[in-house]
């Protein structure tokens, strides 16, 4: 069982910055790929971005390339969300998941673990 628990979120104006962290817990999380989901209220969730169990591959939504960095910190067991140059449109609830895989997915179903999720509201 892994627990994974979101900080970080809050309010911020457009072309702002914040930090998300995922801490995460339990056996062997270190080994699972990881990935940040959102979701804004009446539509889907989407995939925002993930990192390989090392690191050493990232993959983001077209969306946010060039705006937000994936990492992780094996040794905190921390994974974090960089978001820089927020827009309005990036408004919504992010969420942490773990993925037993070593490959990271860009699809939720394949997600074992998930986060509460963290609130991020960008004002225009």
């Known amino acids: 069982q892994v627990q994974l628990v979101e900080s970080g979120g809050g309010l911020v104006q457009a072309g702002g910055s914040l930090r998300l962290s995922c801490a995460a817990s339990g056996r062997a999380s270190s080994t699972y790929a990881m990935g940040w989901f959102r979701q804004s209220p009446g539509k889907e969730r989407e995939f925002v971005a993930a990192?390989?169990?090392?690191?050493?591959?990232?993959y983001y939504a077209d969306s946010v390339k060039g705006r937000f960095t994936i990492s992780r910190d094996n040794a905190k067991n921390t994974v974090y969300l960089q978001m820089n140059s927020l827009k309005p449109e990036d408004t919504a609830v992010y969420y942490c998941a773990a993925d037993r895989a070593v490959a990271p997915s860009t699809e939720g179903y394949e997600y074992d673990y998930w986060g509460q999720g963290t609130q991020v509201t960008v004002s225009s």
């Open positions: 990192v390989s169990w090392n690191g050493g591959s990232t």
